[in-house]
């Protein structure tokens, strides 16, 4: 069971109603403030991917529920130039951007599951989910 809310990824301030909008379902759920920081950090740098990278995108944040756990679940989905190397841009240090290269890794290590699917010409889906301990 889902229950959803999107923001689009257009401007630089599209990426603070992002924030605000995970932080507020983080707190809604019952996520401490560590775990918040660590999921509006996380929605920070995926939605300023799809600015800087694709230009535009979505940012849907998802209440999840599975067998009595409820969660978080950050899906960023873009239709940009996609990410020719997954692999690279995992690694730590690697940036496009000239960046500390620390954002995927560092959402990956953030959130407790990470999933990316990316197709050259096609653009970038990421899936990241934090739940609630």
């Known amino acids: 069971m889902e229950n959803q809310s999107c923001v689009k990824i257009v401007t630089e301030w599209d990426i603070v109603a992002a924030r605000q909008l995970g932080r507020n379902v983080a707190k809604e759920l019952g996520f401490g403030t ?3 920081a660590r999921i509006t950090t996380a929605i920070s740098e995926l939605a300023r991917n799809i600015y800087l990278y694709a230009g535009q995108g979505e940012m849907r944040i998802d209440r999840i529920y599975d067998l009595g756990k409820k969660g978080l679940k950050i899906t960023a989905v873009d239709k ?3 990410i020719p190397d997954i692999r690279k841009v995992m690694e730590d240090g690697f ?3 000239g960046g500390l290269g620390a954002g995927l890794p560092g959402v990956r290590r953030l959130m407790d599951e990470f999933d990316i699917t990316s197709s050259v010409g096609d653009g970038t889906d ?4 934090k739940w609630l301990r």
């Open 34 to 36: 560590v775990d918040q």
């Open 95 to 97: 940036s496009t951007s």
């Open 80 to 82: 940009g130039p996609g």
């Open 126 to 129: 990421i899936k990241a989910v």
